[in-house]
């Protein structure tokens, strides 16, 4: 199975240690990965702030960089759930997307090639990739510490992913995992909004930390790096000892 | 007529050339368990909405006496049980009505002008008794539309009620205060 | 930008800065969750409920001509008239001249979020009308002379002690009243207003095509007592509001309950086809009901979003939104708030003015996943982002900004370049005006010196599978995340 990486421009360019770790565990359980070079963004900013000619653009780009893949995997629900959900709807008007609680998509007279479809089908984000496709909960992965997991909103409401991250967690060995009361909740951080309304967006912040603190976890786990610089910036900024860390960071620990 | 009718109905006539795909389908799923033994589920369900059962002549004669004045529908069953009010609606401290039929899956009372003596007897006064037989107990509601369809279709009474309990409201921070404005207090007794 | 989206964010941002007034919120959507939870448990399959709830909101609204012209053959049937008004202003005018005419003096209300919409209070104040809210939560906010905070639970916003505080000055109640004594004072005030007003005007939250009813919900009575006790009865309601049949209450009826607070079904819910029927003893000899469009069709003409007429307006989706639960209902500035508000808004009012509202939006979807009706509501915040980019409602700065990044990702080599050239602005610090939108109140991370491409090229691509640890790759367990400015 040829698997290609699809690192998000965010991971590749602020945290590509989460990248490395994610290299680290599937080559731990002997999946052959190879990186794409020409892969640039999956135009979800664009997407998100109504700049719909650009992200389609950038949509067909994605699908003909990952064309020759088996399957793509990426350390990032938000990016997945783009590719997944959302590129059907740019790409072609007239398709059905596999959006959850969606009621319709305009009708419209159907101009597909399904190659770009079976590009889109096969992204997996990391967690839902191990679990589902690899069909492995145990890493072979320690990490003593009390943590706490946040759902970010697209691996939880775009792409179902709840159990999930939390299988793998489980097998850590020397992990406790502990549950926030306001585990999906979002965090505020929603791309551009978290600085076209910054106070918002902190008050939302504000609120998911003080769940994690109700935990005592040491740690915050999530699967989307954005979140958690979210997250990590406002602890820091009040000099909360929170510390955050990305599941795949969790899943490399040995 | 104004001339808004025929624009409103030709912009959705426009509006309305293309049709939206239809939503997820419902599947033959049940939307709520079956109903069951339909008098000791409406029974249930009509105290846990702070409902009051009267279960003997002698409570209800004793209930009564706290209401000196009472207003009634003028209805057989209510004659029958608890004589005639003098009272009007305005004035009394209860009001005493039949019924449409009772649905057992909410422990909900219709109501209607036709049935319970015009619109405002079982609501205006603070305290509301219900006059009902057990026959009239129907699962849930799609049997009591149903049931109202065939009693009422096509010569409806001007208004009906589902009435599920007092009246409360929990506006002020969410307490649940029972009595708003409708009737503080809803009873009920069966007569047979 | 424009008027209104200043003024939303001024608003926004004193609400979400203001610690006591989430906590207040947070309180009371914390019991309304554990009330809708044990709701939920009723029910066997709660989202076949929800697929049955939209096929029968779909097929009304599909069919939306042939169901309001069945109603209103219907209502006249039944003695009753209907007045189709095009306009907030049209519908106004009908209500208060048909008031003048019948000399009419007091009004009772009963909740109706559409009479908000054409703000009908000030015109009856306008014509010296008195115009009394009977729900208690908007008789409240009507002694305050505020707008109702939330479309379900109006004065979510304040607490009890509030409460008496305002009664205390209106009605010289004691400041230690408890709920019950307040809603005990608003009993007797309302009485007396019940018994002597000439008028009830109501909304509807179902208009019932087959028999020509009106659907009206209420836990308190006081929509029973506003059909009841005036002699002139009018419903204002939105067309979006007719459903085909009677018996499509036996579904709608509990699943509003369901998930406005968490019941059954709500206390009253009152079925009116008419003035009072021969022979009948007591009720209005008048009936009208105002059918309003006020913007309706043109959102019904937009294919992708018709399905937001859909709403029943239960406000689910306010209580979901992490939004809505800090900012409150006022900030947003317009009738219809959380949510499918941000949804609407642009298409019942000026689009520019207010497309903001569906930028205020980290698109969680919580809303879509609680909405009884199915309506796809953070996928059509999306639809008016990109509509008001093609209008060319967006900043130019912002269309520059985004035409430059999109240069930038067409090409592998221009993408590397640009992002060395971001990662050294930010790390030298050159970057940090930009930068102040986070930086305000959030630290931000020193970007590394390598991206994922630079290790993959130098080492990763042969690097020895399932060795952590390789150099730059994973930290040990237990290190910090990241240096930080």
């Known amino acids: 199975m040829r698997v290609a990486l699809f690192i998000p421009c965010f991971v590749d360019q602020f945290c590509p240690q989460v990248a490395t770790a994610m290299v680290t565990v599937l080559r731990r359980l002997k999946v052959d990965v190879y990186y794409p070079p020409e892969q640039t963004c999956c135009g979800q900013p664009a997407f998100n702030t109504g700049y719909w000619e650009e992200a389609r653009a950038l949509a067909r780009r994605y699908c003909e960089v990952f064309a020759d893949a088996d399957a793509i995997v990426s350390p990032s629900g938000s990016c997945v759930a783009m590719v997944r959900n959302y590129y059907p709807e740019l790409l072609n008007a007239g398709v059905a997307a596999p959006v959850p609680g969606a009621s319709h998509r305009a009708a419209g007279t ?72 306001k585990a999906e909740t979002c965090c505020g951080f929603g791309g551009t909004f978290s600085v076209k309304f910054p106070i918002i967006s902190c008050a939302m ?12 976890a040491e740690y915050v786990v999530s699967a989307d790096s954005s979140c958690l610089m979210q997250i990590d910036g406002y602890a820091k900024r009040r000099r909360l000892p929170i510390k955050t860390i990305s599941l795949a960071e969790v899943l490399a620990a040995t | ?81 608890a004589g005639d009010g003098t009272a009007t609606s305005r004035e009394a401290d209860i009001g005493i009505t039949g019924c449409d039929c009772l649905v057992a899956q909410t422990g909900s009372i219709i109501v209607s002008t036709r049935a319970s003596g015009g619109r405002a007897l079982s609501v205006l006064p603070p305290v509301h008794l219900v006059i009902a037989r057990r026959d009239q107990i129907v699962p849930d509601l799609a049997a009591a539309f149903t049931l109202l369809r065939q009693r009422y279709d096509g010569h409806w009474p001007s208004a009906l009620s589902l009435v599920t309990g007092p009246s409360r409201t929990a506006d002020i921070e969410k307490v649940l205060v029972m009595g708003a404005h409708g009737p503080k207090r809803l009873a009920l007794y069966f007569a047979d | 930008m424009t008027a209104s989206a200043r003024q939303f964010i001024r608003a926004a941002t004193a609400k979400a800065a203001n610690p006591g007034h989430r906590a207040i919120l947070e309180n009371n959507i914390a019991t309304y969750d554990t009330a809708v939870a044990l709701g939920k448990t009723r029910y066997a399959s709660w989202e076949n409920a929800r697929s049955v709830a939209a096929q029968i909101k779909w097929n009304a609204v599909n069919h939306l001509g042939l169901y309001l012209e069945q109603f209103e053959r219907a209502v006249v049937k039944n003695g009753g008239r209907v007045f189709w008004a095009e306009t907030a202003e049209d519908a106004r005018c009908y209500i208060v001249e048909l008031a003048q005419q019948r000399g009419v003096h007091k009004v009772v209300k009963s909740k109706s979020m559409v009479s908000e919409e054409i703000d009908l209070n000030a015109a009856f104040a306008a014509a010296s009308i008195e115009s009394v809210e009977t729900d208690l939560g908007e008789f409240i906010c009507q002694l305050r002379g505020e707008p109702p905070y939330h479309i379900v639970t109006p004065i979510m916003h304040l607490t009890k002690t509030d409460v008496a505080a305002l009664f205390h000055e209106k009605f010289g109640t004691p400041l230690t009243a408890t709920a019950k004594e307040l809603a005990g004072v608003a009993r007797e005030q309302l009485r007396r207003v019940f018994l002597s007003a000439d008028m009830g005007v109501t909304g509807a939250n179902f208009l019932v095509a087959d028999t020509g009813m009106v659907a009206l919900s209420t836990n308190e009575g006081n929509g029973r007592l506003s059909v009841s006790l005036p002699r002139i009865h009018v419903v204002v309601a939105g067309i979006e509001k007719v459903i085909p049949r009677l018996e499509d209450l036996a579904v709608l009826w509990p699943v509003l309950a369901q998930v406005g607070t968490g019941q059954t079904v709500t206390s009253y819910n009152t079925l009116v086809g008419g003035p009072r029927r021969d022979g009948e003893t007591d009720g209005p000899v008048e009936f009208h009901v105002v059918l309003l469009d006020n913007g309706r069709t043109r959102l019904l003409a937009d294919v992708e979003q018709r399905d937001a007429l859909h709403c029943i307006r ?56 609680v909405c009884p009706v199915r309506i796809d509501i953070h996928h059509h915040l999306l639809h008016n982002r990109r509509n008001a980019v093609q209008r060319r409602f967006d900043n130019p700065f912002q269309r520059l900004a985004f035409k430059a990044w999109f240069w930038a990702m067409q090409d592998a080599t221009r993408y590397r370049v640009a992002s060395k050239l971001a990662r050294l602005a930010m790390r030298s610090g050159l970057a940090l005006p930009f930068l102040k939108p986070w930086t305000q109140c959030r630290d931000l991370p020193v970007p590394p010196a390598r991206s994922f491409r630079d290790w993959w090229r130098r080492e990763g691509r042969d690097g020895p599978p399932g060795r952590p640890n390789s150099s730059g790759a994973a930290r040990p367990a237990g290190a910090p995340y990241q240096q930080h400015k």
Not at chain 1, 206 to 216: E, F, L, N, P, Y
Not at chain 2, 1 to 21: D, G, H, K, V, W
Not at chain 2, 24 to 37: M, R, S
Not at chain 3, 330 to 359: F, K, M, N
Request: proline share 6%; net charge positive.
């Open chain 1, 110 to 181: 159907a101009a597909t090639t399904p190659e770009w479809q079976r590009v889109c089908a096969n992204t997996f984000e990391f967690s839902e990739f191990l679990v589902k496709k690899l069909g492995v909960t145990d890493v072979g992965a320690r990490f003593p510490a009390k943590a706490t997991y946040h759902d970010g909103c697209h691996a939880l409401r775009e792409l179902r992913l709840k159990e999930q991250p939390r299988q793998l967690l489980r097998r850590v060995r020397d992990l406790e995992l502990v549950e926030m009361d």
């Open chain 1, 205 to 216: 912040d504000d609120v998911k930390i003080a769940s994690i603190q109700r935990t005592g």
């Open chain 2, 1 to 81: 007529m104004n001339p808004a009718r025929s624009n409103i109905l030709s912009r959705i006539r426009a509006a309305l050339r293309t049709e939206t795909p239809r939503p997820l389908a419902p599947t033959d799923a049940l939307i709520w368990p079956p109903v069951g033994n339909a008098e000791p589920r409406f029974r249930a369900e009509f105290t846990a909405v702070r409902g009051e059962l009267l279960d003997s002549a002698q409570q209800l004669r004793e209930f009564l006496k706290a209401f000196p004045k009472i207003a009634t529908d003028g209805s057989a069953l209510v004659r029958q049980v």
């Open chain 3, 314 to 369: 239960c406000g689910a989706c306010l209580n979901a939104c992490p939004v809505y639960k800090n900012i409150g209902g006022h900030a947003y500035g317009t009738t219809y708030q959380g949510p499918i508000g941000s949804v609407i808004t642009p298409h019942l009012r000026d689009a520019c003015e207010w497309s903001h509202l569906s930028y205020a939006s980290s698109l969680c979807g919580a809303c879509t996943g």
